[in-house]
Structures are given as structure tokens and as C-alpha cells.
């Protein structure tokens, strides 16, 4: 069964950090380009910051560049989130995806998506 499980939410203060970590199961991400997306109360889901399978191309939103990091460990099957200096509006239910594809520009700004993982929240609350 292809899975991909998030960990490392929660609430934190504006300001902090967090490292979101998204382990896969039933396949291998080698192949595959990799994201996180974020949906708050109301809002769409969007893209928040996609990396390619192989040659290390990465897209992040402009509202996030400068303070997330995108990171993957193919060995361990596993994609990771820098967060730091979080804003209240960084509140959010983030998603891992995995998408079979080259291009991390169309992944995370049409939200082409082949898997999703269940989501984890983050809240960045005083």
C-alpha cells in the first residue's frame, strides 16, 4: 500500500522553527518529484515548496522563500521541511505529495499530485 505519512506539526510561537518530516511506504521516492502543500480555514490548498526527483531543482512560494528549506533523503525515503521565522499566517494543515514528473514549477503551482499524505497541522500562535 504507497503511503506517505507526515510528522513534526504543532504550535508553535511567531518566530520559531519546525521541521516537517514525510516518510513514504510502498514505493520509493527516487523517481519522483516531491512537495509540501498547505490548506488554512477557508482557503485553497496551495503549493508551498516542491523539489525534483534527480537534479535538485526546487520551487517555493513567495511566501515562504528565505524561510523554509526543502530537503530530501532518498536513502531513508523521506522529504523534509525547514520552517523558520514562522508568521501566525503560516498557520496551516500541511500535506506531503508525490508527483511523477520532472517539472517542480507546474507540481507545486497546479497542483499536479499523484499521492497526498494525510496532513499535519502547524499552528503559529502566541
Known amino acids: 500500500q504507497l503511503q506517505l505519512v507526515e510528522s513534526g506539526g504543532g504550535l508553535v510561537q511567531p518566530g520559531g522553527s519546525l521541521r516537517l518530516s514525510c516518510a513514504a511506504s510502498g514505493f520509493t521516492l527516487d523517481h519522483y518529484a516531491m512537495g509540501w502543500f498547505r490548506q488554512a480555514p477557508g482557503k485553497e490548498r496551495e503549493g508551498v515548496s516542491c523539489?525534483?526527483?534527480?537534479?535538485?531543482?526546487?520551487y517555493y512560494a513567495d511566501s515562504v522563500k528565505g524561510r523554509f528549506t526543502i530537503s530530501r533523503d532518498n536513502a531513508k525515503n523521506t522529504v523534509y521541511l525547514q520552517m523558520n521565522s514562522l508568521k501566525p499566517e503560516d498557520t496551516a494543515v500541511y500535506y506531503c505529495?508525490?508527483?511523477?514528473?520532472?517539472?517542480?514549477?507546474?507540481?507545486?503551482?497546479?497542483?499536479?499530485?499523484?499521492?497526498w499524505g494525510q496532513g499535519t497541522q502547524v499552528t503559529v500562535s502566541s
Open positions: 505529495a508525490a508527483a511523477n514528473l520532472g517539472a517542480v514549477f507546474a507540481m507545486c503551482r497546479m497542483t499536479i499530485v499523484d499521492y
Open positions: 523539489v525534483s526527483s534527480s537534479d535538485g531543482d526546487t
